[in-house]
């Protein structure tokens, strides 16, 4: 009768058991790190997604706000605003078009004005917007009747809407503004040059205006949908 060596059969098996164990283990565990990384990488990118959405959706809004001011002084005609009381103008004959006219008494000449009037627009950060406001009130605004106030308390009388606005002082380009000049942009939209809305550039990529739901405001204007709704500027400081 013949004997079989199974002692060292059964070791040579157990070993290949084990090490198919440990191998099996290892892709496991390589599988599941894998997998947590992709479960990572897939919640920061939703993330992203999300934060990139939600600031989209605040520009969509931003712009439908404006939209839905019916253009703000879209309904003042060439004479409403010389019919308002303390509004006084010029007319340069040789270019027949109005510059801004002083208050009466003597303004600041150059950035002592324009910081003046940034000064002066940031006090009522926070005010409300309503339409047609009113020229002698400061407890709501409309876009140029903001412009026209601030303005105003710095020794510098503009029209009482925002296309009578746009045609005093000098007119400059996007790459030469300064703090303090007048920024006038068209609706959303439109490749109409139909004014509807200024601010005041307030220097460091700044406006300084208000619309909407947020009222006095700053917002930024380079690399923003405000850039694409430029129309002209205008220096009135200077």
Same mark, same amino acid.
């Given at each position: ?6 002692? /060292? !059969? ?11 164990? &440990?191998?099996? /283990?290892?892709? =496991? ?17 939703? !993330? ?11 520009? @969509?809004?931003?712009?439908? @706000? &404006?939209? $839905? ?5 879209? $309904? ?14 010029? &007319? ?6 109005? #510059? ?8 600041? #000449? ?5 910081? @003046?009037?940034?000064?002066?627009? &940031?006090?009522?950060? /926070? ?7 009113? !020229? ?11 412009? @026209? ?25 996007? $790459? ?21 809305? #200024? ?5 460091? $990529? ?5 619309? /909407? ?19 002209? =500027? ?5």
């Amino acid at each position: 009768m013949i004997r079989r060596n199974w002692k /060292g !059969k059964t070791s040579t098996v157990l070993a290949i058991l084990m090490g198919t164990s &440990l191998l099996m /283990g290892g892709q =496991a565990y390589a599988a599941n790190e894998k997998s947590s990384i992709t479960h990572k990488q897939h919640k920061q990118h939703k !993330k992203h997604t999300q934060v990139k959405k939600k600031l989209h959706q605040q520009d @969509q809004q931003e712009e439908a @706000q &404006l939209d $839905n001011q019916s253009s703000d002084q879209e $309904n003042y005609n060439d004479n409403a605003w010389k019919s308002d009381s303390g509004v006084s103008t010029a &007319l340069d004959k040789q270019s027949n078009s109005l #510059v801004a006219a002083p208050t009466g008494k003597k303004a600041s #000449v150059g950035s002592n004005v324009a910081d @003046q009037v940034i000064s002066n627009g &940031l006090k009522y950060k /926070g005010t409300p917007y309503k339409f047609g406001s009113s !020229k002698n009130t400061t407890g709501t605004f409309d876009c140029s009747s903001f412009t @026209q106030r601030v303005f105003k308390e710095a020794g510098i009388t503009l029209p009482r809407d925002s296309r009578q606005q746009s045609r005093v002082g000098q007119q400059v380009s996007k $790459n030469q503004l300064q703090k303090g000049d007048l920024i006038f942009f068209r609706s959303h939209g439109s490749s109409s040059p139909r004014i509807t809305h #200024v601010a005041i550039y307030a220097g460091n $990529n700044t406006l300084l205006h208000t619309y /909407g739901s947020p009222g006095v405001t700053t917002s930024k204007f380079f690399g923003t949908s405000w850039e694409k709704r430029f129309e002209i =500027a205008r220096r009135v400081t200077s």
